[in-house]
């Protein structure tokens, strides 16, 4: 290594606050530097490292990639026109992984001809804060950035913050974030300022805060959905007991889906047979001691005023109280479990509720979306819904009709403001 550059350490207590829109502001520096702030004197307690400035090759980043696993205390991440490449964002990916602790990641100033920025939100990304203002990224990076926030299938459910100022970001890249935030309900805070995207994006980002009809594809693709779940209840219900199971407890389980399933009728079937043979209990005293112990189970049950059950369905709501008490709940996907409207022939969800900040001063938007953002708005009265939408700096002007409601709304909604409700 030739050039080296300067290193600078400092302890986390004299760090730079952020700014309102959650990220630090650009270091100023007149050279290349590497900048660790550190937890404590230990070299290993480091909690942030900034690139600046500092071109980083490859055999640099070999070492950069090998040496983040030990950084136990790392918690956040940045580079500042340090000329990374697609390998390199791709190979920091895999690292990200072996890093307990970090979930701040910053790339600006680092344009990528293959624009692989959508793999730090992939799926199984733990990463909750991204920061990718000034990279170019271009309708076709934001593209792969809103499959990336979620698809009928699969959606990221980790990251609650995503900067993408100042990308040369169109209505067709809006359009694809956009799509890209039907089904993701992680996403808080997205900040588009300072792109291209005109009235034709901003419909579209305006259409996902309230109510929108599914797709022909993606009612196609919740019908497969709900035969996949209707499926795999059937066949946990239908499945056999398992092999280290006691003989009677199976009898017992089978008996019971049998009078279940059969009514009374398969409740005298089982009586009758008990009469005809009265010796049965002293011939098998084990199994007669396992159906006694099921049997006051179920008294103690009956005692409690509940009604008495089969074994089968006791186990189903003994495996859903664990999975309310569990420690991970998987999140449900939005196109099964949101309260569905039919309406002239459409299927219509709710909307993203999620999402709680939404920026898109700076760019080309006319007069001609703001009703649209504004029957939004009001269509998300009930329950979460948008606290900030910040309009600044676009094609109409301040004192706009509609432009004016909108901020009287957000106003109202704003947490930090004294007079609101």
Not at 250 to 274: D, E
Request: with cysteine.
């Amino acid at each position: 290594m030739k050039d080296i550059p300067t290193v600078s350490t400092k302890q986390a207590a004299s760090c730079t606050p952020e700014t309102e829109e959650g990220y630090t502001a650009a270091p100023i520096w007149s050279k290349a530097c590497l900048q660790v702030e550190l937890e404590n004197e230990e070299p290993l307690s480091a909690k942030k490292l900034t690139v600046f400035g500092w071109k980083v090759d490859e055999q640099i980043a070999r070492v950069l990639l090998k040496m983040f696993p030990s950084l136990d205390k790392l918690q956040s991440l940045q580079f500042w026109q340090a000329a990374l490449t697609d390998q390199m964002v791709t190979s920091l990916m895999n690292t990200v992984s072996l890093c307990s602790n970090l979930r701040v990641v910053t790339l600006e100033g680092n344009h990528l001809p293959e624009r692989s920025y959508h793999l730090l939100l992939s799926e199984d990304s733990v990463l909750t804060h991204l920061y990718l203002r000034n990279n170019r990224i271009g309708d076709k990076g934001a593209h792969l950035i809103g499959s990336a926030l979620s698809t009928t299938r699969s959606a990221n459910k980790n990251l609650i913050f995503l900067n993408l100022a100042f990308n040369c970001i169109g209505d067709a890249g809006a359009t694809h974030i956009a799509q890209g935030l039907r089904f993701n309900r992680a996403l808080l805070m997205l900040s588009l300022c300072n792109n291209q995207i005109g009235d034709s994006g901003a419909a579209h980002l305006a259409a996902i805060l309230s109510e929108f009809a599914l797709t022909h594809e993606e009612v196609v693709e919740r019908r497969k959905m709900l035969l996949e779940r209707t499926q795999s209840s059937s066949l946990r219900v239908d499945s056999d007991p398992p092999a280290d199971q006691p003989l009677s407890v199976a009898t017992a389980s089978s008996s019971s889906l049998s009078i279940s399933k059969g009514g009374n009728k398969g409740k005298k079937k089982i009586t009758s047979k008990r009469d005809k043979k009265p010796g049965a209990n002293k011939e098998n005293p084990k199994s007669n001691k396992k159906l006694s112990d099921i049997k006051v189970t179920q008294s103690k049950a009956g005692e409690q005023g509940e009604p008495e059950k089969p074994l089968h369905a006791q186990e189903d709501k003994s495996s859903t109280a664990r999975t309310e008490k569990g420690q991970s709940v998987e999140i449900a996907n939005p196109l099964l479990d949101e309260p569905v409207q039919y309406r002239n022939g459409e299927l219509f969800l709710p909307g993203n509720k999620a999402l709680a900040s939404l920026n898109l001063a700076g760019n080309r938007i006319t007069r001609k979306s703001l009703p649209l953002f504004l029957t939004s708005l009001e269509m998300q009265r009930e329950g979460r819904c948008l606290l900030h939408l910040c309009l600044q700096r676009n094609r109409f002007p301040p004192e706009c009709e509609y432009y004016v409601k909108i901020k009287e709304l957000m106003t109202l909604r704003d947490p930090l403001n004294k007079n609101g409700s």
